[in-house]
């Protein structure tokens, strides 16, 4: 079901009256889904969120909210204690404000202007075509749903919208000590119904830079659009495990068959991937080849291609081939020494899940994805990021990529990264929320570590002795235009929040 005709455009106001889909509507519990639908029509894109900041403080001000700012964007919302519970501890609901904008090659949705499109398939809410949002749109609706709530009961609250996490996490990195005033954190930040996370992998990228310097096509020669596509992608923490098909290696794997093969080629362009933080499921390259060979390279990609579908089966059902012939070429190409060392580096670089957790069953430890290749003028840029629990393996994987690069003939840039978040499994934060849980769910909650970046490791860096838990609803397909949320689990998302607040207080 398609309701974004329903949504009208990306206007700040807050109307009570903005008009929603009957199905949307009548979702449990409505507060935060009124939220959530007002912030799908308004675009977040990482490093392009000041219309959401300026719909929040727009929230606040119609609130009567005390409200701060930060010179990066980061914004807290001052809510008062519920009456009669004043003197409880300031609680900080923490969440990011941008999204990962990601849409499938077919899609005209323009993220700085449209609303998303969303639709409601059986329990599960997504957006036609693109990302959806709910990382970490869901979150961030359950802190303003309070705000509403005439039965939440809770204590002084901080609601902190960070800026660019997706991205940087430039707003938990630029965070001052005077910014937040309370010393207990709920981040709602994980995509697992029931769990609750206490720790979670850091991080650092690294670009190296190839000279791509042009030089004439030869007489004679041809041009073949190679590529790859129709791959699930995803987050690039959390589905890393699943060993999904990155399109980039992929294509990689392709070019060095056709030279294996004794097929000369160079390259006139190569591209793949959008984001540091998803695997990518798309990638491209334009393939320059005496006339005479291009029968026998099709031949060849096709047969490649082949084997990698049957490699990847059913993980990768909707995994598609792109070779097309586009005649004869007269422009310039990459040297083919370069084009060489430029595959040759995408297939010597470290990619995918690396090392298991030796305390945690099923927790990736350390990983690297091999995420985007972009043409900048006269050089090639590919990012890579790498993230671990164990700290000091992020500048390990690091050094091996630097290595492969200089061997490549490719300058490398290492990143600084941002830190882990350690476990505190005698947190009395912890033990209220375990309780709560089990009274929610009927269960004992697991308690988890999560293989991605919470901006938890930066905060509990910057704030010492914080006491942090991370929980959300269920949502799969993260950083992908698969993603989508489980509607009741929004709902005992929502309830295990109320309750720890309330207990809390």
Known sequence: MDIAPLLGG???S???SDPMSDVISQLEPKHVWKYF???????HQSKNEAEIGRWLQLVGKEHNLEMRTDEVGNIVLCVPATPGHENAPIVILQGHMDMVCE??????HDFAKDPLKLQVNGEWLSATGTTLGADNGVGLAAALALLDDPTAVHGPLEILATMDEETGMTGAFNLKTEFLKGRMMLNLDSEEDGAIYVGCAGGADVKAFFDTTSVPAAAG???????????????????IIENRANALRMLARVLKNLQQMGVEFTLTSLSGGSAHNAIPREATAGVVLGEAHAARAKELIEKRFTAMRAEYGKRETRMSLI?????????SVWGAAKAASLVDFMLLVPNGALTMSQDLPNLVESSCNLATVKSDGDRVIVHLSCRSSVQPVIPEIQET????????????ELGEGYPAWQPDMDSPLLATAKGVFEEVFGRIPEIKAIHAGLECGIIGEKFPGIRMISFGPEIHGAHS????????????????LCGILKNLA
Do not use: W
């Open 221 to 239: 020669s041809v041009m073949l659009e190679v590529g790859v596509g129709g791959l699930r992608g995803g987050h690039s923490g959390l589905n």
């Open 401 to 412: 990529i630097a290595i492969a690069a200089v061997r490549s003939g490719a300058r490398a």
């Open 14 to 16: 807050l109307q009570r």
């Open 481 to 496: 235009p698969e993603e989508k949320v489980h509607i009741p689990s929004v709902d005992r998302f929502y309830r295990a």
């Open 37 to 43: 639908t007002k912030m799908t029509s308004i675009p």
């Open 10 to 12: 990306a206007n700040l």
């Open 103 to 108: 849409a499938n090659n077919d899609s005209k």
């Open 323 to 331: 070779c097309n012939d586009r005649g004869a070429f007269s422009g």
